[in-house]
C-alpha cells in the first residue's frame, strides 16, 4: 500500500462516519460535529490529491482548496451554532 | 477599461449585500439600486448572447485548469434573466410586506448575497467554484427561511441547513474524486476525461448532494416546513429560485459526465414521478395555504425531473430543454403564488384552507394572482408551464415512454384537485358570518406577485423565441 492510499482510504472512512452520524444521530449538536467530521474526511481526500511522488513537490492547488473548504465550514457551522442556540431559547420560553 | 457584464451581475450584488448590511439606512434604496444593476448587467449580457451565441471571461486573465473563467451562453442567461426578474419583483413586494424593522434590516443583504450565489452558479464552469457558490446560497437561504424568528421557522431552518451541508459536502467529495482522478476541476477538462470506477462514483456522489439541495423526493423531507414557515417574499425566493441552482447545476453535469447509462437516467425519472404522486397526496391533504402551495414545489421538481428523463438517454440532448422550461415557468409561477399566499394570510388573518370561505374579507386581486399562478402551474395553455408540459409529453411520446406521459397526467389531475380546494375557498360565499367587506384587501404590495403571474402565462406565447434563445452558445455541446 502506498501512502496515498492509505490516506485516501482514511479520507473515505472519516467521510463515512460522519455521514452515518450526520444522518442518524438525534442530538442537535451531534450532527454539526458529524457534519464537521465530513467536512475534514472530503478535505482529507483532496490533500492526498496533492501528494506526489516523494521527491517532486506536492500540488499547490488542492491545498487551497482545502483551505477555501475550511473557511466556508467554518462559516456554516458558526450559522448552525447560532441556530441552535436561539431554538433552545425559543423553547425555553416556550416551556415557561 | 470596462468591466463585463459576467463579473458585475456577480459582483453588484456582493456589494450591494455589503452595503445594505454596514449601513442599514439607506439598505432599501441601495439594495434595489443593486437589484436593478444586476437586471441591467443581465440585459446587457443577454444582447451580447444574441449577438456573439456564448461569451468567455477568464477572471484576472488567467486561462484554466489554473484560472477560473466565466462563461455564459442561451441557458445560463435565460437562468439569469429568470432571477433577476423574480428578484426585482420580489423586492418590491417586500417593500410592503416586511413591516418588522428588524426583518427588514436582514432580509435585504441576505437576499443580496443570495442572488450573489445564483448568479455565480449560472456563471461558473468549474467544480470548485460551484461547491463555493452553492454554500454561499445554502447561507443566504437558510438566512432567510428564519427570518421571521418563529420557533417553527428556526425549526425547519436548522432542519434545512443540516440538508444543505450535508449536500454540499457530498458534493465537495464527489470534487475530491475528480481531482484524484482527472486533477482538472474545469469542464473542459471533464469532458476531455474518460469514465471509469473513479468519476462514476464522484458523479454518483455529486448527483446525490444536488438531489438532496434541489429536494427530489425522497430527500425532500426538509423543504414543505422550510417554504412554508419563512416569510412571504423569503418563500417566494426560496421557491422559486433556490432549489433551481441545483437542479441547474445537475443539468450542466449531466451533459460534462453523462449519466452512464440508461438505468440511472430511468430511475431519475422515477424519483420524479415518486415526487408527483407522494406531493400530490401531501398536498391533498394538508390543511395550510403556504403548505399547500410548498408541497406543489416538491411535485414541480417531481415534474422537472421526469422531463429530463422523459426520452431516456438518447434523449438527453433534446430533452433538457423541456426541464430548462419547466425551470423558467416554475420560478415565475411559484414567486407570484407565495407573494399572493402571503398577501391573502396577511389580510384574512390565517391560512387554514377549510376557513377560507368563512372569511368576511376577500383580497380579490391575490385570489386572482394565485389563479393565474395556478393556471401555470398546473400546466393549462397559453402558459409557459404548458409549453414544458406539452414538450415533456411530446418527447415521451416520440421515444415511445408512455409511462411518462401516464405520471405527467396523473400528476397534472391531482394539481387541478389541491389548487381546487382553495379556489372553493376563494369562491364560496354561503358560509361566511357577516357582511362582505367590499373593495377590502387590494393594496401595492398585488402589483409585484401579478405582474409575476401575468409573465408566466404570458411568456408561454413567446414559447418559440425563448427555446431557441436557451439553444445558443450550444450548451449542450452538439457544436456544428
Redesign the interface.
Known sequence: MTPDLIY?LT?IAV?AI??VG?LCAQD?LR??LA?KL??V??GF??V??AWRTPSAAP?P??HA?VI??IV??V??TA??LA??R??KS??AE?DD | MMIDPLTLSIFVPLFGAILTFVFPRVATVSALLAVLGTCGAVFVLALKILAAGEVLVPLGGWAPPLGITLRADGLSVAMLAMTALVGLLVSLGALESLRDLRQRQYFWPLWLLLLTGMNGVYLSTDLFNLYVMIEVIALGAVGLTVLSGTREAVRAGLEYMYASILGALLFLMGVGFIYLQIGRLDFAGLIAAEASGATSAALALMVVGLLLKTALFPLHFWLPAAHANATAPASALLSGLVVKAALYIFLRLSTYMPLPDETLVTLIGALGAGAVLWGGVQALRTERLKLLVAWSTVVQIGLIFIAFARAGQAGLTESWKAAAVLILAHGMAKAAMFLAAGRIKDEVGHDRIADLDKSEIRPTLAQFTFAIAAISLIGLPPSLGFIGKWSLMEGAMAAGYWHWVAVTMIGTLMSVAYFSRVFAGFLRFDRMRGELSEHKGWALADVAPLTLAAAAISLGLMAAPILSFIELGYPFGAAP
Open positions: 485516501g479520507g467521510f460522519g455521514l450526520a442537535r450532527r454539526v457534519l465530513c467536512s474526511g472530503a481526500l483532496l492526498v490529491g500540488d492547488v488542492p482548496l477555501t473548504g466556508v465550514m462559516s456554516a450559522v448552525a441556530l441552535i436561539r431554538l425559543l423553547e416556550d
